[in-house]
Each structure stands twice: as C-alpha cells, then as structure tokens.
C-alpha cells in the first residue's frame, strides 16, 4: 500500500492550491478516504472526507464552502483543491485509507500560507 | 461536537516501564475509538481501533480498553521505538475527531 501526496507549497492568503494523492497497491475504488491536516507542532484535524464513489463528501466547519474533495477512480488519485486560503490553512496534508479506521496515511505535504 | 481529551499531556517513563494513557470524550461514543502512534517527522500510525481490537502488525504490548465516554491506552512494557506521541481519535461523528495527543518521553 503506497499513498503518494503532492501539490503543497506556498500560498498568500486568499490563494488557491490543489493537493493530490497518488494511491497503489490497493484497489482504490473500495475505499472512502481522508484528507487530514496537522499544523505546525500541533495536533491532527480531518480536513475532509470521501466516499468510495465519490459522493456524498463530509468538511469540517472551517473548510466547507472554500475546500473541495474529489476522487478519480479510474487513476487511484485523491484531490484537495483549496481555495481563500487562510494563515490557519498552514500544516501538513495527509492523504489516508479508512477502514476499520484510518489504516494507511501517507507521508504528507506541506501547506504554508504566508504573504 | 464531540470533544476528546488526553492525560498526561506528557509521560516519562524508562524502558520496560507499563505505561497509560487516558482518552476521554465529551460525549458517549460507544467503543468508536482508535488509537495512533506518530513517531517525530513521520505519519500517524494506527495502533487499535473499536477501543480493543489491535490493528495489523502492532506488537501485543499494546492494548486499548473502555467504552462510553472513557478509554485507556496501555503499554505493557515501553521498548525504546515506543517514544512518541499518541492519539485518540473518536469516529462515532462524521468529524471523527482527534485528542490532543500524549508525548511519552525518556525518563
């Protein structure tokens, strides 16, 4: 099992970013998934989260409306794109595997948002 | 929401020392609770799930109890790639959210 995730760097505040995750090893499509964050020498938050198919979608308060999840089965990758990004947005992104919880995390990317 | 808490914030503790770490939920969330281990500058790593049942490939020195509101982790005997922190994670709500974490460090 491999989760590969992709697409951090720097953005102002108020920009747009789109986080991506590259699964193998598994048969991606049986799997709902997670994006979670850990800011800075802090503690873990899911960010959001995916059904197998793709619908329905579930965001914590402070990201429904400027965060959107997505999946594409057929190339076993998730997707976080980003948008109104805030300094609090800041943290590490983790891409993982639910199934009896969260199995599987990948190694992470990292989100600064700064001016 | 529900809120969940660890004690102690910090732990230390010597090497074959039996160690505990508490997790309680603010509301009941049955036995919906997980365990995970994160090593410094790695990813989470699950320890158990359904408050009991060790997850595959962690050593049986491990082991999770409780239900309801109150959950314990135990370590039966620390071994030195033990150092690091811990959390508990409810997933009885879609926001499955996390305690605040439990450094165990070397005495």
């Known amino acids: 099992v491999q989760l590969v995730e992709s697409g951090g760097g720097l953005a102002q505040p108020g920009g747009s970013l789109r986080l991506s995750c590259s699964a193998s090893?598994?048969?991606?499509?049986?799997?709902?998934m997670y994006w979670v964050r850990q800011a800075p020498e802090k503690g873990l938050q899911v960010v959001a989260t995916?059904?197998?198919?793709?619908?329905?979608?579930f965001y914590a308060d402070s990201e429904r409306d400027r965060f959107t999840i997505s999946r594409d089965n057929s190339n076993d990758t998730l997707f976080l794109q980003m948008t109104g990004l805030r300094i609090e947005d800041a943290g590490i992104y983790y891409c993982?595997?639910?199934?009896?919880?969260?199995?599987?995390w990948g190694q992470g990317t990292l989100v600064t948002v700064s001016s | 929401d529900i809120q969940m808490t660890q004690s102690p914030s910090t732990l230390s503790a010597s090497v074959g020392d039996r160690v505990t770490i508490t997790c309680r939920a603010s509301h009941y969330i049955n036995t919906w609770l997980a365990w995970y281990q994160q090593r410094p500058g790695k990813a989470p790593n699950l320890l158990i799930h359904k408050a009991s049942t060790l997850a595959s490939g962690v050593p049986s020195r491990f082991s999770g109890s409780g239900s309801g509101t109150e959950f314990t982790l135990t370590i039966s005997s620390l071994q030195p790639e033990d150092f690091a922190t811990y959390y508990c994670q409810q997933y009885d709500t879609q926001s499955c959210t996390f305690g605040p974490g439990t450094k165990v460090e070397i005495k």
């Open positions: 995916i059904s197998k198919s793709g619908d329905p979608t």
């Open positions: 993982a595997i639910w199934n009896y919880a969260l199995d599987f």
């Open positions: 090893g598994f048969t991606f499509r049986n799997y709902a």
